[in-house]
């Protein structure tokens, strides 16, 4: 199983921007899936951007143009750069990573956005 290592949550005004980081356990590459979800209060969680098979990668439609999703094979990190950001993208954010069979997820940053 992957361990998972968020940080970059905060509070932040509407508008503004924050990056969050998730550093794995085992080299980025070799994780079949890799990505992002969010649980904004009293909701489900949701995708928000996602790697699969390290090439191809889908956004959820209401980040799209707002938010990228990089990774940095030599530090074993995968990246969310948040722009514009709005008050509906407070949610608490998980990192998520399928390898091997498994499903593992990170322990969650809190993202707020003030309006």
């Known amino acids: 199983q992957v361990q998972l290592v968020e940080s970059g949550g905060g509070l932040v005004q509407a508008g503004g921007s924050l990056r969050l980081s998730c550093a794995a356990s085992v080299r980025i590459f070799s994780i079949n899936a890799m990505g992002w979800y969010r649980q904004p209060p009293g909701k489900q969680r949701e995708l928000v951007a996602q790697?699969?098979?390290?090439?191809?990668?889908n956004y959820a439609d209401s980040v799209k143009g707002r938010f990228t999703i990089s990774g940095d094979n030599a530090k074993n990190t995968v990246y969310l750069q948040m722009n514009s950001l709005k008050s509906e993208d407070t949610a608490v954010y998980y990192c998520?990573?399928?390898?091997?069979?498994?499903?593992?997820w990170g322990q969650g940053t809190q993202v707020t956005v003030s309006s």
């Open positions: 790697f699969i098979s390290g090439s191809s990668i």
């Open positions: 998520n990573a399928y390898y091997r069979g498994m499903e593992s």
